[in-house]
């Protein structure tokens, strides 16, 4: 456990000096209300508002509470409430849309406005750039130092600034290339400029190398069973050198209520059986399990079709063989392998085909396959250096899926074994804990199942065809839940319709559940389903009579009357501990606006013995509007210049005080450990 100290006031950074930080012009100050009190430096425990004795029960499921027997403590705790903050006029929602840094300094922004009516960005976002022609109007070189830190992420590099393909104006070519006529083409958007057939492209990146070869088994050969359609075959091996654990559904249900922005759903999963491991790891708090989720069916077989491979070919046991490389183990060893398998658990299981932008190679796969000039030509035009420009709007505009680009360019049927060399392992996606895993249970008569939680944001975007796309893990999840609520409403209990998960005891040391301790007061600050793994943090306290009075909760939603998650199952008097920031209804506050609000929260909390703030977030943007408002919070408390609040809050992540983890709109930890999901 990192030690840590109360506010040292000889230390460099004390406040026993003359106000040094800057002015409100250069960041925002903090107000003074009742709860924040921006010129005292003294890190005091808020008392605005009296104490409460509540009995730590925790709260299940509403579905499966009468059927659930959960361990508790059984004592009384005392709990100091997060006091209210001054509210503000519903006018300030429109208001909301920029963080009030953002909005200072909005003239020295390139913001491109909205040309159509959208849905309000989250408060800690910019909108910058809306189409590739915008990236190039930034990356100019007349901008110089003002857009390295935007070069940096640019995907090529800064490739769009590369000259384009010229046409000579004394020859026109009488080669036109004339474009594939069909919606998957056109929804690329792609711009080739003098592109003709007979053009001169130069710098075409090489041919893939094919690293899998699939062979006919010999007849008397022993073949495993085949479970394609529930469980992922043996060898793959997310969590090496244990096999995937097959999870039971207990139960699932919808958290948010129609009309919410996002749907976000609970389940319990039954892991009652789940083997040993070595070193006696264990569920814990703060923690995240791994879910090896497919590619659905209906794509598979879309992907078969469009490379005309015959239905009897799909299910016919192979020998498979790579060359080199961890695949199709995902963690297994680096080292050439052999396998016996079909193409559809090649293509189920092991190949991501829907989440990673298309590369060169994959395009120039697709260009050596094409028996149509006009579609080589433009393929081949991606994977040169006349192409860059095309090729950077390819990967930066709409989400593009394999099965998008085949049916882009028909005549393109490469080989499944070329194809499955070129694509990126299915990574598995990772979902933090939502309860104390030590604590859940349902009893079935004499047998008793022990029980994990977990909830899922489903994020969907339009697909090339009109209709919505969900991400992989999540799009999975949301299916089952689905299957189970239809089943339900017909009669059916979940349990009696054996749904499996694929999941595996994945991320037990991250940082939330490393940083996690039973002593010392909390802040939780979380925003959408970034608040899911907090609720086990507040659980897990309520078993400790001697510190249930020291953790406190912020939690942003959009509207609490639509998408405030598990509203009444923390355990705990939720008014008294948690405050609910609504961006989209009453206030119209973003939860980063509330911590400046509850800077003495804040400062106390981070100032105490053991103290800690957690943040946890479904995006980055949400991560980086927080720790500037704590910073905020440090200027004005602690009388700090902001170079000197900047290094105060990284001391505190140094010594484990400071702790922040952004998910993905899934909830996932992709973003700590693994590609886009």
């Excluded at 209210?84 to 020295?108: F, N, R, V």
């Excluded at 065809?465 to 999975?476: E, I, K, M, V």
Aim: charged share 20%.
């Amino acid at each position: 456990m990192p030690s840590t100290t109360v506010f040292d006031h000889s230390h460099p950074l004390a406040t026993n000096r003359p106000k040094m930080h800057p002015p409100c012009d250069q960041h925002t100050c903090i107000a003074e209300s009742a709860t924040s009190h921006p010129h005292n430096p003294i890190p005091e425990e808020p008392v605005t508002v009296p104490k409460h004795n509540t009995i730590a029960q925790l709260a299940s499921s509403p579905e499966s509470s009468s059927r659930s027997a959960v361990y508790t403590s059984g004592s009384e705790s005392e709990s100091p409430p997060t006091p209210a903050t001054d509210p503000q006029p519903d006018e300030a929602i429109d208001d909301a849309t920029l963080d009030p840094i953002q909005q200072k300094h909005s003239d020295s922004t390139f913001v491109i406005p909205s040309t159509t009516p959208t849905k309000k960005r989250r408060a800690s976002t910019v909108l910058i750039s809306q189409s590739p022609q915008d990236v190039r109007r930034i990356l100019s070189p007349t901008r110089g130092a003002e857009t390295q830190e935007i070069e940096k992420v640019c995907c090529g590099g800064g490739c769009c600034l590369l000259a384009s393909l010229e046409q000579d104006p004394a020859s026109k070519s009488s080669l036109p290339v004339i474009v594939p006529d069909n919606d998957a083409f056109r929804s690329l958007q792609l711009r080739l400029g003098p592109l003709s057939l007979d053009s001169e492209l130069s710098k075409i990146v090489d041919l893939p190398t094919e690293t899998v070869s699939l062979t006919s088994l010999p007849p008397n050969a022993r073949t495993p069973e085949s479970t394609v359609y529930q469980h992922p075959p043996k060898f793959v091996t997310p969590h090496y050198p244990y096999e995937v654990y097959s999870a039971k559904v207990h139960h699932a249900r919808e958290l948010t209520k129609p009309g919410a922005e996002k749907r976000t759903y609970h389940y319990d999963l039954d892991v009652t059986d789940y083997p040993a491991e070595s070193g006696d790891v264990d569920f814990v708090v703060g923690g995240a399990v791994g879910i090896q989720a497919p590619n659905s069916p209906e794509l598979v077989n879309e992907i078969f079709d469009l490379l005309s491979i015959p239905t009897f070919a799909r299910d016919r046991y192979v020998l498979l063989e790579t060359t080199t490389g961890r695949w199709p183990t995902i963690w297994g060893e680096d080292k050439p392998h052999s396998f016996i398998t079909t193409r559809r658990e090649l293509l189920t299981w092991c190949s991501d085909v829907q989440s990673y932008p298309p590369t060169k190679p994959l395009l120039r796969l697709l260009a050596e396959y094409a028996t149509a000039p006009n579609e080589k030509k433009i393929l081949l035009y991606l994977s040169s250096a006349q192409g860059q420009a095309a090729f950077c709007d390819l990967r930066t505009g709409p989400h593009i899926t394999i099965a998008q680009l085949l049916n882009a360019f028909p005549s393109s049927q490469p080989p499944l074994p070329q194809l499955l060399s070129t694509l990126n392992a299915l990574m598995p996606r990772f979902y933090s804990l939502s309860q104390d895993p030590q604590l859940s249970c349902t009893r079935s008569g004499e047998t008793s199942h022990r029980l994990i939680e977990i909830a899922v944001t489903v994020h969907e975007t339009p697909n090339w065809r009109g209709g919505p796309r969900t991400g992989l893990g999540s799009g999975f999840l949301e299916r089952i839940a689905q299957q189970i609520q239809a089943a339900e409403a017909a009669g059916t209990p979940a349990a009696a319709l054996d749904i499996r998960v694929p999941l595996f005891r994945g991320l037990m040391s991250n940082p939330l559940a490393r940083e996690f301790v039973t002593d010392g007061p909390m802040l939780l600050i979380g925003a959408g389903v970034g608040v899911a793994p907090f609720r086990g943090f507040v659980q897990r306290r309520l078993k400790s009579a001697n510190c249930a009075n020291k953790v406190w909760v912020l939690q942003g939603v959009r509207d609490s009357l639509l998408d405030e998650l598990y509203s009444g199952e923390w355990g705990v008097e939720e008014d008294k501990v948690k405050k609910v920031v609504q961006s989209r209804r009453g206030e119209g506050r973003y939860v980063q606006e509330e911590v400046r609000q509850q800077a003495d929260l804040v400062w106390f909390v981070i100032n105490a013995l053991d103290g800690r703030v957690f943040v946890c977030g479904s995006s980055k943007g949400m991560g980086e509007g927080v720790e500037r408002a704590l910073v905020d919070v440090a200027i004005d408390k602690g009388n700090l210049r902001r170079e000197e609040a900047e290094e105060f809050w990284s001391r505190k992540k140094e010594g484990g005080q400071y702790i922040a983890v952004s998910f993905s709109d899934t909830s996932t930890f992709r973003g700590l450990l693994w590609g886009p999901g």
